[in-house]
């Protein structure tokens, strides 16, 4: 099924039906690449859950345009909101595959987290949301899911919405706080909005664990294998989509 992304929807064609325009990029691929011409019809994602159902009016490859058809809302989406807090790892590579595979099974937001512990500082969002595009087009999604500013770690805490379920990841290896597994504390959580915090290479401090504690988040495990950040990541996003699959 070849999905295309339209950001730009509006104006009107013949009969009432809206217009959508393919950025030039979409264009050159649906038009050059795969040979599409005016009378086809294409299937569009608007990027914040529906698909449209299309047929092309203009087959410029600089600027393709579709009248659409029909809207079928929350397509590929979930029953949860999930905003995964993690904090960069050093090779950026490992950080991309996260973001891409957390696409695929299922998020919301994606917020950058800079740590006490963090060896990378600077994240560069703009490859992130070309990656993620490419993961919802291709995991059959309407939505893609949002990246959040750049926030350190104490402030993301602090700014927390109240009325989410909010866990952090964190080892607590001298055993001074005791965790729940993150599979039952998911199992008696009736919400919908869901925070999980993945610290660094080098884990959360104790003083940003002790912070996140102080203002409601619960601390959780993974299971017993050590983890590396982005495999975390990745699990837990995992926990949230098989809790709450049908």
């Known amino acids: 099924m070849e999905i295309f992304y339209s950001g730009n929807i509006g104006g ?4 009432g039906r809206t217009l959508c325009t393919l950025s030039e990029e979409e264009s050159a691929h649906c038009i050059r690449v795969l040979r599409h011409r005016s009378g086809d019809e294409i299937n569009v994602i608007d990027g914040e859950g529906d ?10 490859p600089k600027g393709a345009v579709a009248e659409i058809l029909e809207r079928i809302p929350g397509w590929g989406g979930h029953q949860y909101n999930l905003t995964m807090a993690v904090c ?10 996260f973001c891409e595979k957390a696409t695929e099974i299922g998020v919301d ?8 512990h963090s060896e990378r500082k600077v994240v560069k969002t703009e490859r992130l949301s070309k990656i993620l595009l490419s993961a919802t087009k291709q995991s059959l999604k309407g939505k893609i899911p949002a990246i959040g500013a750049v926030s350190s770690v104490k402030d993301f805490i602090k700014n927390a919405p109240e009325d989410s379920l909010k866990l952090i990841a964190y080892c607590f290896e001298d055993g001074s ?3 729940k597994s993150i599979k039952s504390v998911l199992g008696s959580y009736s919400g919908k909005d869901i925070i999980i915090m993945i610290g660094p290479e080098g884990d959360f401090s104790k003083e940003e664990a002790l912070l996140a504690l102080s203002c409601g988040f619960i601390p959780v495990h993974l299971g017993e294998s050590r983890l590396r950040t982005e495999t975390a990541a990745v699990v837990a996003t995992s926990a949230v989509y098989f809790h709450n699959m049908d």
């Open 109 to 116: 937001t994606i917020v950058p987290l800079i740590g006490d």
């Open 88 to 97: 960069p790892t050093k090779n950026m590579d490992r950080y991309e595959w």
């Open 51 to 60: 698909l449209l159902c299309c047929r092309i009016v203009d087959d410029s």
């Open 12 to 15: 009107m064609a013949e009969g």
């Open 177 to 179: 706080v005791p965790r």
